[in-house]
């Protein structure tokens, strides 16, 4: 069964300690993966779409890469803004009208 | 500015109560998506929609329905069929089925 796993389930870092959060799939023909983040009762915000392995995005102080088996976000010198649920999902080719979601990597930055 | 919006926020509903979630977007997109998300679980899929007056089942569709009538309405009835609705309810829209989905802001439900 296809699935998609997150880890940390949380990570707690002080303002300005660099960290990566993981993503790691099991479908056997990426189309694409996504990362969004979410922040408290509200709902998740696309972030980055990667699909195929080498393939980096940035975004102010994120990077997210991409390997054959797994996903990686770099946070670099994150600020307490960056708090949030980071949530990764895949798509497979053979079915890409579906999403697989992780269960997300809860962030706390402290000042 | 385009975007989706759910309404209500927050919704309570008696045992035994049908209650409807409102989703709305403003993006011309055509495909449209229901998820449930529980507390330390990845987004499970509902329903989806790829166009006006169609939609097929997701995931867990078990006491749960969905109409489009309207390529920018989406609405999803719980039904009392529905053991456990307790949960946080997203609405995500995407230009084509399988593009990159945006969410909207969600609605809690809470069964009383």
């Known amino acids: 069964e296809d699935q998609v796993t997150q880890s940390p389930e949380a990570l707690r870092l002080q303002e300005g300690e660099s960290s990566s959060l993981n993503c790691s799939y099991t479908v056997s023909g990426l189309r694409g993966l996504f990362w969004y983040r979410q922040d408290p009762g509200k709902g998740p915000e696309f972030l980055f779409t990667l699909y195929s392995a080498g393939e980096e995005k940035e975004k102010e102080r994120l990077k997210a890469t991409l390997t054959k088996k797994e996903s990686f976000l770099h946070i670099t010198a994150p600020k307490p803004e960056d708090s949030a649920t980071y949530l990764c999902a895949v798509q497979a080719v053979y079915n890409f009208n579906k999403f697989y979601f992780g269960s997300g990597t809860k962030l706390n930055v402290k000042p | 500015d385009g975007g989706i919006t759910q309404s209500p926020k927050y919704l309570f509903r008696k045992e035994g109560q049908n209650v409807t979630l409102s989703c709305e977007q403003n993006?011309?997109?055509?495909?449209m998506y229901w998820y449930r998300q529980d507390p330390g679980q990845g987004l499970r899929l509902i329903y989806y929609s790829q166009i006006v007056n169609d939609f097929q089942k997701g995931d867990i569709a078990e006491g749960y329905s969905v109409s489009r009538e309207k390529k920018e309405s989406f609405p999803l009835t719980v039904t009392s069929a529905q053991k456990n609705p307790t949960a946080f309810y997203l609405c995500?829209?995407?230009?084509?089925?399988?593009?990159?989905?945006?969410f909207g802001p969600g609605t809690r439900l809470t069964v009383l």
């Open positions: 995500a829209s995407s230009k084509g089925l399988g593009d990159t989905q945006y």
């Open positions: 993006l011309n997109h055509d495909a």
